[in-house]
């Protein structure tokens, strides 16, 4: 069991360039999620995905989007990149919704936005 | 929604035992305390989890209070791997969304040889 993987590990972008993270899982969990780390601070809900085929926002959506593309995979675009967004991006899965059961998180993709 | 603290930073000698300790003093009846750890650069890892008893696993023990307002996580023999920031989540706390895990600033742990 990889348990969550995520690609890239590092990407560097210059402003206004797009990009997909991607994140996959093979526990067969139902629920996935995206936060974002910035220095010094804890992590930021983004989007998550309860089940597949459903996605809502999180707690810092804007400038983002979402793909919940089957059971294991759940991806991560940004469309036009903005130095703001230079942060650290963790991807999550858990077996049940919500944050009452465990997550399992990914080892990050470090994204620098010049 | 409980609301943790948790102290900035705590210091343990190696093979020690590394005693953590977190309020909650707002904690309803049904919520669970969890723990949570990062090592630096790396994704958060679950440590454990509890409602009311005490609880243990491999990596840690857990001690809920009677009254459920506070909480310690035991690291009964602490490495230099286990230095990490580790927090303690009552999930729904102070978060917008039900589904985010509030990670707050937790405890910085040293382990020193």
């Known amino acids: 069991n990889a348990g969550v993987t995520q690609t890239p590990k590092f990407q560097v972008l210059k402003t206004g360039q797009s990009m997909t993270l991607q994140c996959a899982q093979d526990?067969?969990?139902?629920?996935m999620y995206w936060y974002r780390q910035d220095p010094g601070m804890g992590l930021r809900l983004i989007y998550y995905?309860?089940?597949?085929?459903?996605?809502d926002k999180g707690e810092v959506p804007n400038g983002y989007n979402v793909s919940r593309l089957n059971k294991r995979e759940f991806s991560l675009r940004l469309e036009s990149a903005a130095p703001s967004q230079t942060s650290v991006y963790f991807c999550?899965?858990?077996?049940?919704?919500?944050?009452?059961?465990?997550?399992?998180f990914g080892p990050g993709t470090r994204l620098t936005v010049l | 929604d409980a609301k943790t603290t948790q102290p900035p930073s705590m210091d343990c000698a190696e093979g020690r035992a590394a005693n953590l300790p977190c309020n909650h003093s707002t904690i309803s009846g049904n919520e669970y305390v969890y723990w949570y750890r990062q090592i630096h650069s790396q994704g958060p890892q679950y440590i454990i989890h509890g409602l009311k008893n005490n609880e243990t696993n491999e990596m840690a023990s857990l001690i809920i209070t009677e009254d459920r307002k506070s909480s310690t996580l035991i690291l009964p023999h602490a490495t230099l791997r286990d230095t990490a920031v580790y927090y303690c989540i009552v999930p729904g706390s102070n978060s917008n969304s039900g589904y985010a895990l509030n990670f707050g600033k937790g405890t910085s742990l040293l382990v020193t040889p």
């Open positions: 995905s309860a089940s597949e085929g459903t996605t």
């Open positions: 526990m067969n969990h139902n629920s």
């Open positions: 999550a899965s858990s077996r049940l919704a919500g944050d009452k059961d465990t997550q399992y």
